[in-house]
């Protein structure tokens, strides 16, 4: 009778062992119907996939300026040469900083309405106009005792793109390049306001053609 009463107890553990694993299986097969089916917790701030789907939702419109990312840089200033430093006066007696012209050639010439050569030096110079590159100035600066010579001038003659008025500073300048009283002179300017040449006396064709051509 013991060992039957030992038996029967060992079968009933049996079957309650197999049922609880049974109920264990069970309970892991619904843990895992409920984790497939429930909405995704939201990242957190430190997620990377958070940011991630942060940063997509932020991209930009196709198009659209992109957002500024600092300060602009400030724009330096144009480099002022020599010439650019100089003023002189237009023919109402304003003064005219030729610092208005940085960052275009000039060929200046250094004239006077009674000289002979200067009006020849003139004709050259306005009929090699069409050869010239359009960014080139052509500037007269005249040593005349009053702008009303110049006005009379221009009445019957060709003027240049700026007609202007010799001052004392001008004058002294070109002196401390080329001390002859002599008219006319021609001067040739770069961009950057630098005396690339000074010439004296009426220049050739070929000469001027090329300087206009070679000033940068």
Not at 80 to 103: C, I, T, Y
Not at 156 to 185: D, Y
Request: glycine share 8%; with cysteine.
């Amino acid at each position: 009778m013991p060992r039957r009463r030992a038996a029967i107890l060992s079968a009933i553990s049996l079957i309650v062992a197999s049922l609880a694993g049974c109920d264990g299986g069970s309970d892991v097969g619904r843990g895992e119907t409920v984790a497939a089916s429930a909405p995704a917790a939201p990242p957190s701030a430190g997620d990377p996939a958070g940011a991630g789907a942060s940063a997509a939702e932020s991209s930009p419109v196709p198009g659209a300026p992109a957002a500024p990312t600092g300060p602009a840089a400030p724009t330096p200033p144009a480099e002022l040469g020599p010439v650019h430093r100089l003023v002189v006066r237009d023919l109402d007696g304003n003064e005219f900083p030729l610092s208005r012209l940085a960052g275009r050639p000039m060929i200046i010439e250094i004239w006077a309405t009674w000289c002979g050569p200067c009006r020849k030096n003139r004709a050259t110079v306005h009929g090699l106009l069409p050869t010239f590159p359009k960014r080139l100035a052509v500037v007269g600066i005249s040593v005349d005792t009053g702008p009303d010579l110049v006005r009379n001038f221009l009445r019957s003659n060709t003027a240049n793109e700026f007609e202007l008025m010799a001052t004392p500073e001008f004058m002294e300048f070109v002196r401390t390049r080329n001390a002859s009283p002599s008219i006319p002179k021609t001067m040739y300017v770069d961009s950057k306001g630098r005396v690339a040449d000074l010439s004296e006396g009426t220049q050739s064709a070929k000469w001027l053609e090329a300087m206009a051509r070679n000033l940068r």
